[in-house]
């Protein structure tokens, strides 16, 4: 087994690659998705996010608001800190089943939008950075998933700088271009984790 580390900021284009990876063969370990799951009505998690932060972080039907969580927590260092102390062990938990649920010759991708940010690059065999510029990160925010400018530099100051990314990558996919030059590179990474 293969154990890769996926990475990237906000808006770099990450969740293109892992679709791809997946395509290839690639076991994906989503962490969002699972961050998503943890926190689904009448979980342990939802329950924990509503003793810290309240019940105005849920819509009426009694599911996470999560825009309204992100405007809480993204604007608020100490209050994403409480967040991710609670997602964080779930998520991890969570994955770790996934994980040992592949074969022995599986490449596991871990998609991991924090792995800077939370020091996860031990844990993997290689690290693969999806880097994009900030001006082509925040035009694809506001673009594509309808950010204020204003929300989406939020967002990207909350994370790893850049540098910070680059420097724990083993391997590192350009997507500041369009997405046809991403799949060659992304096919390329397949081939050396397949070596690997």
Known sequence: MVKVGL????GAGKSAVSRLLASYGAVIVDADKIAREVV???TPGLAAVVAEFGKDVLTPDGTLDRPKLGALVFSDPEKLKALNAIVHPL???????LEASAGPDAVVV???PLLTENGLAPLYDLV???DAT?????????RLRGMTPDEAAQRMAAQASRTDRLAVADLVIDNDGPLEALEPQVREVWERLRGA
Do not use: C, F, N, Y
């Open 40 to 42: 689904e009505p009448d």
């Open 7 to 10: 990475t990237g900021g906000i």
């Open 128 to 130: 693969v950075v999806v």
């Open 91 to 97: 998520v991890g938990a969570r994955s770790a089943e």
């Open 134 to 142: 900030p001006e082509t990160q925040l035009d694809r925010l506001v």
């Open 110 to 112: 871990h998609d991991v």
